[in-house]
T-cell receptor, first 112, second 115 residues
Framework: DADVTQTPRNRITKTGKRIMLECSQT?????MYWYRQDPGLGLRLIYY???????NKGEISDGYSVSRQAQAKFSLSLESAIPNQTALYFC???????????FGPGTRLTVL | KQEVTQIPAALSVPEGENLVLNCSFT??????LQWFRQDPGKGLTSLLL?????REQTSGRLNASLDKSSGRSTLYIAASQPGDSATYLC??????????????FGRGTQLTVWP
């Protein structure tokens, strides 16, 4: 089984809809991250969390919110989706060994 | 702010060649540097991680080096194979200040190895 899982893997939605992307991990890591990837722009950090009570904004947090429900779960929400939020979204954890980052398989989100 | 640059952006070579992918970073205050592989539409797979106190790491045909003072890392791929075709990304983990714990990515080198 994968250490970092994301659901859904693909989602098509309409402008204005509320969307939640979920991430679960079995690595026992405290640190979790949400990134988006766009062609030509690379990976950009949306939010990160160092433990259940610690949430931090990344470089592109506007239009997004997160919830750390437990050590193993970190959800990303788009309160009112817009077309320029169409992207590939990745969840990641960081921890042992050696502070390695482990990525989930990604969620491809399309906002029409 | 840390900026990570990868050169070249794309590389196409015949099978069997030895390759060097370059990564440079502007702030030497890094905790580690990690190289990833990404296949089209897929997630990122960690290849090698070099701690700031280390000079290099090796795994099979892959060797990564780190020179903090010059802000550079290289990924060396020996005897390339078509299965090595993918995008390779490097990422620097910040180790201090307001950016502690954040990973800064380059935009990647898209590698194609043809038979």
């Amino acid at each position: 089984d994968a250490d970092v899982t994301q659901t859904p893997r693909n989602r098509i939605t309409k402008t204005g809809k509320r969307i939640m992307l979920e991430c679960s991990q079995t690595k026992g890591h405290d640190r979790m991250y949400w990134y988006r990837q766009d062609p030509g722009l690379g990976l950009r950090l949306i939010y990160y969390s160092f433990d259940v009570k610690d949430i931090n904004k990344g470089e592109i947090s506007d239009g997004y919110s997160v919830s750390r429900q437990a050590q193993a779960k970190f959800s990303l929400s788009l309160e009112s989706a817009i077309p320029n939020q169409t992207a590939l979204y990745f969840c990641a954890t960081r921890g042992l060994p050696a502070d390695t980052q482990y990525f989930g398989p990604g969620t491809r989100l399309t906002v029409l | 702010k840390q900026e990570v640059t990868q050169i070249p952006a794309a590389l196409s070579v015949p099978e069997g060649e030895n390759l060097v992918l370059n990564c440079s970073f502007t702030d030497s205050a890094i905790y580690n540097l990690q190289w990833f592989r990404q296949d089209p539409g897929k997630g990122l797979t960690s290849l090698l991680l070099i701690q700031s106190s280390q000079r290099e790491q090796t795994s099979g045909r892959l060797n990564a080096s780190l020179d903090k003072s010059s802000g550079r890392s290289t990924l060396y791929i020996a005897a390339s194979q078509p299965g090595d075709s993918a995008t390779y990304l490097c990422a620097a983990l910040a180790d201090r200040g307001s950016t502690l714990g954040r990973l800064y990515f380059g935009r990647g080198t898209q590698l194609t190895v043809w038979p």
